[in-house]
């Protein structure tokens, strides 16, 4: 077996969705990124790239390449999956947390796992997603941006 942990960060700046999991939220602020900024994919492709010890996003999607301006972050994470499956490997379990102050993302839950799922080539029941404010403390607390954290559990095929 292999784990795998990622974290990423987004920043906000004025907009009005933001886009979390491939779901679409209306907000008051979008986010600053070369692709949607979908923090939680970002997360979940780098978890998946360190339990395989293949670096990170950056290295595989560098924001300096026009291919990925305003790319679809679920592209992203199926083509990391891609080589997750090319190398023989499979996701056990997914689990993460959505780390921001707004928007509640509560509603929106389900259909981010279903999405996450569908990406995986996984059930439902293995995969999970969370979220927590921070008490209105730090940079997530005075809605400057947003964070997520993902960790991956592999098996051989
Ligand atoms: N952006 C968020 C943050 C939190 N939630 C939900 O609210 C619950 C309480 O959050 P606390 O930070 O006060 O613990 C949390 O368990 C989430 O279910 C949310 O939907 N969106
Ligand atoms: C996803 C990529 C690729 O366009 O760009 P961003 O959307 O800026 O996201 P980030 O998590 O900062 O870094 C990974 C990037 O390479």
């Avoid at 959505?98 to 995986?120: C, E, F, G, N, W």
């Amino acid at each position: 077996m292999r784990i795998g942990h990622g974290y990423d960060v987004h920043r906000f700046q004025a907009g009005d969705f933001i886009t979390l999991g491939g779901v679409r939220i209306e907000h008051t602020q979008a986010f600053v990124a070369h692709s949607d900024g979908d923090v939680l994919l970002h997360a979940v492709c780098d978890a998946l790239l360190g339990a395989l010890a293949l670096g990170d996003i950056g290295r595989h999607f560098p924001d300096t390449d026009p291919r990925f301006n305003g790319a679809d972050s679920r592209g992203l994470l199926r083509v990391v999956m891609n080589m997750v499956d090319g190398k023989g490997w499979h996701v056990i379990n997914l689990d993460c947390t959505i780390l921001a102050q707004a928007p509640k993302v509560s509603s929106h839950i389900d259909l981010m796992r279903t999405y996450l799922a569908q990406d995986l080539q996984v059930g439902l029941e293995q995969v999970n997603v969370k979220a927590t404010t921070t008490e209105q403390l730090g940079y997530i607390g005075r809605e400057e941006g947003i964070a997520a954290h993902a960790v991956v559990l592999l098996g051989r095929r």
